[in-house]
Protein backbone atom coordinates (compact mmCIF):
# COMPACT_ATOMS: atom_id res chain seq x y z
CA UNK A 1 0.00 0.00 0.00
CA UNK A 2 2.94 2.45 0.80
CA UNK A 3 4.75 1.60 -2.34
CA UNK A 4 0.93 2.14 -4.34
CA UNK A 5 0.78 5.96 -2.33
CA UNK A 6 4.69 6.69 -3.20
CA UNK A 7 4.11 6.25 -7.20
CA UNK A 8 0.64 8.09 -7.17
CA UNK A 9 2.18 10.97 -5.24
CA UNK A 10 5.14 10.74 -7.61
CA UNK A 11 2.80 10.96 -10.98
CA UNK A 12 0.91 14.06 -9.39
CA UNK A 13 4.38 15.49 -8.46
CA UNK A 14 5.51 15.29 -12.35
CA UNK A 15 2.55 16.58 -14.12
CA UNK A 16 1.26 18.76 -11.56
CA UNK A 17 2.90 19.77 -8.49
CA UNK A 18 6.55 20.27 -10.05
CA UNK A 19 5.13 23.41 -12.48
CA UNK A 20 3.76 24.82 -9.33
CA UNK A 21 6.81 24.54 -6.66
CA UNK A 22 9.25 25.91 -9.49
CA UNK A 23 7.16 29.12 -9.83
CA UNK A 24 7.92 29.65 -6.39
CA UNK A 25 11.71 30.52 -7.60
CA UNK A 26 12.98 33.58 -8.09
CA UNK A 27 15.35 34.47 -11.24
CA UNK A 28 16.15 37.68 -12.54
CA UNK A 29 14.42 37.82 -16.00
CA UNK A 30 16.28 40.57 -17.34
CA UNK A 31 18.50 39.90 -20.38
CA UNK A 32 20.11 42.36 -22.27
CA UNK A 33 18.78 42.20 -25.97
CA UNK A 34 19.08 44.14 -29.10
CA UNK A 35 16.58 46.15 -30.68
CA UNK A 36 15.00 46.07 -34.39
CA UNK A 37 17.06 49.23 -35.09
CA UNK A 38 20.37 48.07 -34.04
CA UNK A 39 23.19 46.79 -35.79
CA UNK A 40 22.04 43.32 -35.45
CA UNK A 41 24.26 40.23 -35.86
CA UNK A 42 24.59 37.40 -38.62
CA UNK A 43 22.06 34.99 -38.41
CA UNK A 44 23.02 31.26 -40.24
CA UNK A 45 20.13 28.97 -40.97
CA UNK A 46 20.40 25.32 -41.07
CA UNK A 47 17.24 23.56 -42.71
CA UNK A 48 17.92 19.48 -43.47
CA UNK A 49 15.31 18.12 -46.16
CA UNK A 50 14.58 14.87 -47.47
CA UNK A 51 11.46 15.17 -49.91
CA UNK A 52 10.09 18.42 -48.39
CA UNK A 53 9.03 19.48 -52.00
CA UNK A 54 5.47 20.18 -50.85
CA UNK A 55 6.56 23.04 -48.28
CA UNK A 56 9.96 24.22 -48.81
CA UNK A 57 8.83 26.96 -51.18
CA UNK A 58 6.54 28.27 -48.34
CA UNK A 59 9.52 27.68 -45.88
CA UNK A 60 11.88 30.17 -47.66
CA UNK A 61 9.01 32.35 -48.60
CA UNK A 62 8.68 32.75 -44.85
CA UNK A 63 12.55 33.69 -44.39
CA UNK A 64 12.11 36.09 -47.45
CA UNK A 65 9.35 37.63 -45.57
CA UNK A 66 10.81 38.53 -42.08
CA UNK A 67 11.47 41.24 -40.86
CA UNK A 68 15.57 41.11 -40.66
CA UNK A 69 18.01 42.16 -43.19
CA UNK A 70 18.40 39.75 -45.02
CA UNK A 71 22.14 40.57 -46.39
CA UNK A 72 22.75 39.21 -42.41
CA UNK A 73 20.84 35.91 -43.26
CA UNK A 74 22.87 32.94 -44.56
CA UNK A 75 20.88 29.87 -45.18
CA UNK A 76 22.61 26.07 -45.26
CA UNK A 77 20.36 23.58 -46.61
CA UNK A 78 21.31 19.85 -46.31
CA UNK A 79 19.47 17.72 -48.96
CA UNK A 80 19.41 14.33 -47.73
CA UNK A 81 18.65 11.89 -50.75
CA UNK A 82 15.71 13.73 -52.05
CA UNK A 83 13.82 12.07 -54.77
CA UNK A 84 11.30 14.67 -55.47
CA UNK A 85 11.82 18.32 -56.54
CA UNK A 86 13.49 19.80 -53.15
CA UNK A 87 16.14 20.57 -54.93
CA UNK A 88 14.87 22.06 -57.99
CA UNK A 89 12.74 24.69 -55.75
CA UNK A 90 16.09 25.95 -53.70
CA UNK A 91 17.80 26.47 -56.77
CA UNK A 92 14.79 28.90 -57.84
CA UNK A 93 15.54 31.36 -54.42
CA UNK A 94 19.57 31.43 -55.05
CA UNK A 95 18.69 34.58 -56.65
CA UNK A 96 16.72 35.91 -53.68
CA UNK A 97 18.42 34.62 -50.60
CA UNK A 98 21.80 33.58 -49.78
CA UNK A 99 21.53 29.76 -50.05
CA UNK A 100 24.39 27.30 -49.66
CA UNK A 101 23.18 23.91 -50.00
CA UNK A 102 24.66 20.60 -49.63
CA UNK A 103 23.61 17.70 -51.89
CA UNK A 104 23.64 13.62 -50.45
CA UNK A 105 23.24 10.95 -52.48
CA UNK A 106 23.00 8.48 -49.27
CA UNK A 107 20.36 9.25 -46.75
CA UNK A 108 22.33 10.99 -43.43
CA UNK A 109 19.42 11.72 -40.85
CA UNK A 110 18.90 15.07 -39.48
CA UNK A 111 21.60 14.67 -36.79
CA UNK A 112 24.43 14.36 -39.03
CA UNK A 113 23.10 16.94 -41.57
CA UNK A 114 23.36 19.38 -38.50
CA UNK A 115 26.99 17.78 -37.53
CA UNK A 116 27.90 18.32 -41.05
CA UNK A 117 26.52 21.54 -41.94
CA UNK A 118 27.50 23.30 -38.47
CA UNK A 119 31.53 22.83 -39.53
CA UNK A 120 30.65 25.45 -42.41
CA UNK A 121 29.64 28.07 -39.67
CA UNK A 122 32.14 30.52 -37.94
CA UNK A 123 32.48 29.51 -34.28
CA UNK A 124 31.28 33.39 -32.94
CA UNK A 125 28.21 33.15 -34.93
CA UNK A 126 24.34 32.58 -34.21
CA UNK A 127 22.71 29.88 -35.64
CA UNK A 128 18.81 28.83 -36.14
CA UNK A 129 18.31 25.10 -36.71
CA UNK A 130 14.89 24.60 -37.95
CA UNK A 131 12.89 21.85 -39.75
CA UNK A 132 11.71 22.16 -43.40
CA UNK A 133 7.85 22.23 -42.27
CA UNK A 134 8.35 25.02 -39.89
CA UNK A 135 6.72 28.59 -41.54
CA UNK A 136 8.19 31.65 -39.62
CA UNK A 137 6.07 34.30 -38.03
CA UNK A 138 7.32 37.90 -39.82
CA UNK A 139 9.41 38.80 -36.46
CA UNK A 140 10.83 34.96 -36.25
CA UNK A 141 14.21 35.34 -36.45
CA UNK A 142 14.60 38.85 -34.86
CA UNK A 143 12.73 37.37 -31.50
CA UNK A 144 15.34 34.10 -32.01
CA UNK A 145 18.17 36.46 -31.59
CA UNK A 146 17.38 39.71 -29.73
CA UNK A 147 18.62 38.04 -26.50
CA UNK A 148 22.11 37.42 -27.78
CA UNK A 149 23.24 40.14 -27.04
CA UNK A 150 25.45 39.09 -23.88
CA UNK A 151 27.45 35.66 -23.76
CA UNK A 152 25.56 34.51 -20.80
CA UNK A 153 22.60 33.28 -23.66
CA UNK A 154 23.52 30.00 -24.99
CA UNK A 155 19.92 28.42 -26.81
CA UNK A 156 16.52 30.59 -27.28
CA UNK A 157 13.63 28.45 -28.04
CA UNK A 158 10.68 29.45 -30.35
CA UNK A 159 6.93 28.74 -30.19
CA UNK A 160 5.90 26.14 -32.29
CA UNK A 161 2.49 26.48 -33.27
CA UNK A 162 0.05 23.88 -34.94
CA UNK A 163 -3.20 25.50 -35.78
CA UNK A 164 -4.84 22.57 -36.26
CA UNK A 165 -7.01 21.03 -33.26
CA UNK A 166 -5.46 17.49 -31.84
CA UNK A 167 -5.40 15.95 -28.63
CA UNK A 168 -1.27 16.25 -29.23
CA UNK A 169 -1.70 20.05 -29.47
CA UNK A 170 -3.14 20.27 -26.06
CA UNK A 171 -0.70 17.58 -24.30
CA UNK A 172 1.98 20.26 -26.22
CA UNK A 173 0.56 23.45 -24.79
CA UNK A 174 0.59 21.98 -21.71
CA UNK A 175 3.97 21.51 -21.77
CA UNK A 176 4.82 24.54 -23.12
CA UNK A 177 3.40 25.99 -19.96
CA UNK A 178 5.75 23.75 -18.00
CA UNK A 179 8.65 24.76 -20.11
CA UNK A 180 7.64 28.91 -19.75
CA UNK A 181 7.91 28.21 -16.33
CA UNK A 182 11.58 27.04 -16.23
CA UNK A 183 12.75 29.43 -18.25
CA UNK A 184 11.54 32.14 -16.08
CA UNK A 185 11.76 30.76 -12.23
CA UNK A 186 15.23 28.71 -13.20
CA UNK A 187 16.49 30.02 -16.12
CA UNK A 188 16.84 27.32 -18.55
CA UNK A 189 14.72 24.53 -20.41
CA UNK A 190 16.15 21.09 -20.84
CA UNK A 191 15.79 20.75 -24.49
CA UNK A 192 13.97 22.60 -27.35
CA UNK A 193 10.74 22.00 -29.12
CA UNK A 194 13.65 20.55 -31.69
CA UNK A 195 11.78 22.53 -34.96
CA UNK A 196 13.46 25.97 -34.64
CA UNK A 197 15.33 27.01 -32.28
CA UNK A 198 18.68 29.57 -32.22
CA UNK A 199 22.38 28.98 -30.55
CA UNK A 200 25.49 30.25 -30.34
CA UNK A 201 27.83 27.85 -32.77
CA UNK A 202 30.48 28.33 -30.34
CA UNK A 203 28.30 25.88 -27.61
CA UNK A 204 27.76 23.52 -30.12
CA UNK A 205 28.28 19.66 -29.38
CA UNK A 206 28.92 17.03 -32.28
CA UNK A 207 25.64 14.78 -31.80
CA UNK A 208 26.53 11.09 -31.34
CA UNK A 209 25.93 8.55 -33.77
CA UNK A 210 22.43 7.28 -34.30
CA UNK A 211 20.82 9.46 -31.31
CA UNK A 212 17.34 10.22 -31.71
CA UNK A 213 17.03 13.42 -29.50
CA UNK A 214 19.81 15.93 -31.52
CA UNK A 215 17.56 18.76 -29.77
CA UNK A 216 17.61 17.38 -25.91
CA UNK A 217 21.37 16.15 -26.63
CA UNK A 218 22.35 20.41 -28.27
CA UNK A 219 20.28 21.66 -25.06
CA UNK A 220 21.73 20.20 -22.63
CA UNK A 221 25.17 20.85 -23.21
CA UNK A 222 24.81 24.22 -23.81
CA UNK A 223 23.49 24.15 -20.05
CA UNK A 224 25.73 22.37 -18.58
CA UNK A 225 28.39 24.52 -20.24
CA UNK A 226 26.72 27.19 -17.38
CA UNK A 227 25.04 29.42 -20.26
CA UNK A 228 21.69 30.43 -19.99
CA UNK A 229 18.50 28.74 -22.29
CA UNK A 230 15.54 30.53 -23.06
CA UNK A 231 12.08 30.00 -24.09
CA UNK A 232 10.91 32.84 -25.71
CA UNK A 233 7.57 33.04 -25.89
CA UNK A 234 7.21 36.30 -28.92
CA UNK A 235 9.50 33.74 -31.24
CA UNK A 236 6.22 32.16 -33.34
CA UNK A 237 6.33 30.02 -35.81
CA UNK A 238 3.85 27.29 -37.32
CA UNK A 239 3.79 23.64 -38.54
CA UNK A 240 2.54 21.65 -41.17
CA UNK A 241 1.62 18.23 -39.88
CA UNK A 242 -0.63 15.63 -39.42
CA UNK A 243 -2.37 15.44 -36.46
CA UNK A 244 -3.93 11.46 -36.78
CA UNK A 245 -3.46 9.49 -33.76
CA UNK A 246 -1.34 6.91 -35.64
CA UNK A 247 1.27 9.64 -36.52
CA UNK A 248 1.15 11.10 -32.90
CA UNK A 249 2.04 7.28 -31.52
CA UNK A 250 4.66 6.87 -33.90
CA UNK A 251 6.12 10.67 -32.70
CA UNK A 252 5.61 9.72 -29.16
CA UNK A 253 7.51 6.33 -29.48
CA UNK A 254 10.80 7.41 -31.49
CA UNK A 255 10.97 10.46 -29.08
CA UNK A 256 10.79 7.93 -26.40
CA UNK A 257 13.35 5.87 -27.37
CA UNK A 258 15.67 8.54 -27.70
CA UNK A 259 14.64 9.72 -24.53
CA UNK A 260 15.64 6.11 -22.53
CA UNK A 261 18.62 6.17 -25.20
CA UNK A 262 20.18 9.89 -24.07
CA UNK A 263 19.79 9.36 -20.00
CA UNK A 264 23.30 7.20 -19.77
CA UNK A 265 25.01 9.88 -21.29
CA UNK A 266 23.66 12.83 -18.39
CA UNK A 267 23.73 10.01 -15.72
CA UNK A 268 26.15 11.96 -13.54
CA UNK A 269 23.47 14.41 -13.12
CA UNK A 270 20.85 12.27 -11.67
CA UNK A 271 23.75 11.74 -9.11
CA UNK A 272 23.31 15.55 -8.35
CA UNK A 273 19.71 16.10 -7.50
CA UNK A 274 20.03 19.77 -5.50
CA UNK A 275 21.52 20.88 -8.65
CA UNK A 276 18.86 23.03 -10.69
CA UNK A 277 19.12 21.26 -13.96
CA UNK A 278 19.67 18.12 -12.44
CA UNK A 279 16.09 18.94 -10.45
CA UNK A 280 14.70 19.78 -13.64
CA UNK A 281 15.58 16.84 -15.50
CA UNK A 282 14.63 14.38 -12.74
CA UNK A 283 10.91 16.08 -11.95
CA UNK A 284 10.36 16.36 -15.79
CA UNK A 285 12.07 13.80 -18.16
CA UNK A 286 13.02 11.37 -16.14
CA UNK A 287 10.17 10.63 -13.98
CA UNK A 288 7.90 11.10 -17.07
CA UNK A 289 9.28 8.34 -18.87
CA UNK A 290 8.99 6.00 -15.91
CA UNK A 291 5.35 6.58 -15.90
CA UNK A 292 4.04 4.05 -17.61
CA UNK A 293 5.89 1.34 -15.19
CA UNK A 294 4.64 2.89 -12.45
CA UNK A 295 1.42 2.87 -13.96
CA UNK A 296 2.08 -0.29 -14.83
CA UNK A 297 2.94 -1.50 -10.95
CA UNK A 298 -0.45 0.44 -9.62
CA UNK A 299 -2.68 -1.42 -11.98
CA UNK A 300 -1.32 -4.50 -10.76
CA UNK A 301 -1.46 -3.96 -7.32
CA UNK A 302 -5.51 -2.97 -7.94
CA UNK A 303 -5.93 -6.20 -9.89
CA UNK A 304 -4.65 -8.04 -7.11
CA UNK A 305 -6.37 -5.59 -4.22
CA UNK A 306 -9.84 -5.24 -6.33
CA UNK A 307 -10.20 -7.89 -9.51
CA UNK A 308 -13.60 -7.54 -10.28
CA UNK A 309 -13.79 -3.77 -10.33
CA UNK A 310 -10.77 -3.13 -12.17
CA UNK A 311 -11.14 -5.96 -14.69
CA UNK A 312 -14.66 -4.39 -15.55
CA UNK A 313 -12.94 -0.84 -16.12
CA UNK A 314 -9.93 -2.43 -18.16
CA UNK A 315 -13.00 -3.73 -20.35
CA UNK A 316 -14.88 -0.76 -20.65
CA UNK A 317 -11.66 1.01 -21.48
CA UNK A 318 -10.48 -1.17 -23.75
CA UNK A 319 -13.67 -0.61 -26.19
CA UNK A 320 -13.37 3.38 -25.50
CA UNK A 321 -10.00 3.02 -27.08
CA UNK A 322 -11.42 1.00 -30.05
CA UNK A 323 -13.80 3.75 -30.31
CA UNK A 324 -11.67 6.75 -29.77
CA UNK A 325 -9.19 5.27 -32.33
CA UNK A 326 -11.79 3.57 -34.80
CA UNK A 327 -14.04 6.57 -34.74
CA UNK A 328 -12.80 9.56 -33.34
CA UNK A 329 -14.48 9.21 -30.11
CA UNK A 330 -15.44 12.28 -28.41
CA UNK A 331 -16.15 12.66 -24.83
CA UNK A 332 -14.23 15.23 -23.32
CA UNK A 333 -12.11 14.12 -20.06
CA UNK A 334 -12.50 9.86 -21.04
CA UNK A 335 -10.97 10.83 -24.70
CA UNK A 336 -8.16 12.70 -22.58
CA UNK A 337 -7.63 9.88 -20.18
CA UNK A 338 -7.05 7.32 -23.50
CA UNK A 339 -4.95 9.61 -25.10
CA UNK A 340 -2.31 9.98 -21.90
CA UNK A 341 -2.94 6.00 -21.85
CA UNK A 342 -2.08 5.32 -25.38
CA UNK A 343 0.59 7.55 -25.42
CA UNK A 344 2.12 5.38 -22.21
CA UNK A 345 1.72 2.62 -24.34
CA UNK A 346 4.17 4.38 -27.01
CA UNK A 347 6.35 5.05 -24.22
CA UNK A 348 6.81 1.46 -23.05
CA UNK A 349 7.53 0.68 -26.75
CA UNK A 350 10.20 3.89 -26.95
CA UNK A 351 11.80 1.81 -24.23
CA UNK A 352 11.66 -1.85 -25.45
CA UNK A 353 13.10 0.04 -28.85
CA UNK A 354 15.93 1.47 -26.91
CA UNK A 355 16.97 -1.61 -24.88
CA UNK A 356 16.96 -3.20 -28.20
CA UNK A 357 19.38 -0.93 -29.25
CA UNK A 358 18.98 1.90 -31.77
CA UNK A 359 20.94 1.74 -35.36
CA UNK A 360 19.81 4.79 -37.09
CA UNK A 361 17.94 8.29 -36.51
CA UNK A 362 17.51 8.41 -39.86
CA UNK A 363 13.69 10.39 -39.84
CA UNK A 364 10.77 9.54 -42.27
CA UNK A 365 8.79 12.94 -42.96
CA UNK A 366 5.46 13.22 -41.25
CA UNK A 367 2.95 12.85 -43.75
CA UNK A 368 1.36 15.78 -45.44
Given at each position: M??F?I??????Y???I??I?IS????D??????N?????P?????I???N?????????E????????K???????G?D?????????V??????LN??Y??Y???????S?????????????????T???I?F???L??E???Y??T?????????V?N????????YL???T?????ES?????I??????????????????????V??????????NLQ???????EN?K?????????Q??????V?I???G??????????L?????K??F?L??H?????CT???L??????L?I?L?????V??V???????????????V?YV???I?????????LL????A?K???S?V??????
Open positions: IVIIICLLLTYIYAFLFKFEHINHYLNDDLTVNIIPIHEEKVIAQKLSIINNNYPNKINIYILNCTDASQQIATYQDKIQTVTERQGKPIINNLMQEIPKDDLVILDADIDDNIYCIKFKDTVGLVDAMIQQESLEKENFEKIKLQKHLGLLASFGACYAIRAKYFKPIPKNLLDDMWIGMNINKRTILNACFEIRDNRIEEFNRKRSSGFQIIPYFKNLLQPFNLSALSKVLRWPFLLYAFIYMKPILILLTTLLILTLLFIKFDFDKKHFYFMIMQVAVGFFKIGIQNWKPTTR
